[in-house]
């Protein structure tokens, strides 16, 4: 049983989006492959595909495709997002999502969503997983800069008013965690995402999670 009462540790807690609550991890890898076949490029290893998920999109495929030019970017570009959008009602929230957030948002926590996303992706996200009144605010990387700068953590801490030491950003990769590292907060990692949680450990999260029973259960002890 968790104490109700218990004193709020952090007043904002940040969530991202891809392989954090959305279980769109191996789809995205299956994506950034195709697009840069489809390109003239060399198809990236899973783990060089999944290692860019967070970055904005296309930092992300710049890094996926090394040898693809730089001219051919907006094409690369154009690919992936066709070949995402052939399958984006496939992807679903991680079992448990919905009953984590609104027993964060009963506790009295501010919620957030920082993504490397775009605002067109995102909100198409929220709309089909009738998430959007869960949320105070948001963040996408091509509304500002892309993680790991902390301006986008900066901003929602600013629009929310809520201080870094009261901040915790949640994320299944690096990028995430060093985000809130670079913009002062604490951070969680979660296992279950895009990356190895053996890569977590240079930005000393509170927590590693492997399941979101499991993330639910401490933050609502320890948040």
């Not at 040898?67 to 984006?88: I, M, T, W």
């Not at 709309?127 to 605010?137: E, I, N, W, Y």
């Not at 299944?172 to 060093?178: A, E, G, R, Y």
Request: glycine share 8%; with cysteine.
């Amino acid at each position: 049983m968790t104490d109700s009462n218990k004193p709020l540790r952090f007043d904002l807690i940040a969530f991202d989006w891809d392989g954090t609550l959305y279980d769109s991890t191996r789809l995205i890898v299956r994506c950034i492959q195709a697009a840069v076949i489809d390109v003239g490029g060399a198809k990236p290893s899973e783990n060089d595909a999944a290692w860019v998920i967070g970055l904005g999109l296309a930092e992300a495929l710049a890094r996926a495709a090394p040898d693809v030019p730089k001219e051919k970017y907006p094409e690369l570009g154009a690919r992936y997002r066709y070949h995402y959008l052939q399958h984006q009602d496939d992807i679903v929230l991680f079992d448990g999502v919905l009953q984590m957030l609104d027993a964060l948002r009963e506790r009295g926590h501010r919620l957030a969503v920082a993504t490397g996303k775009s605002r067109r992706g995102l909100n198409e996200a929220l709309k089909s997983v009738a998430l959007r009144d869960r949320f105070d605010a948001s963040r996408t990387a091509d509304e500002t800069f892309g993680k790991p700068h902390p301006r986008m953590l900066l901003e929602l801490m600013e629009e929310l008013d809520v201080p870094p030491e009261r901040t915790l950003m949640i994320g299944d990769t690096t990028h995430d965690l060093q985000l809130a590292q670079n913009a002062g907060c604490a951070s969680v990692g979660v296992s279950y995402g895009a990356h190895e949680p053996e890569s977590f450990d240079e930005f000393k999260p509170l927590h590693v999670a492997h399941s979101v029973a499991g993330l639910q259960a401490w933050l609502l002890e320890n948040a």
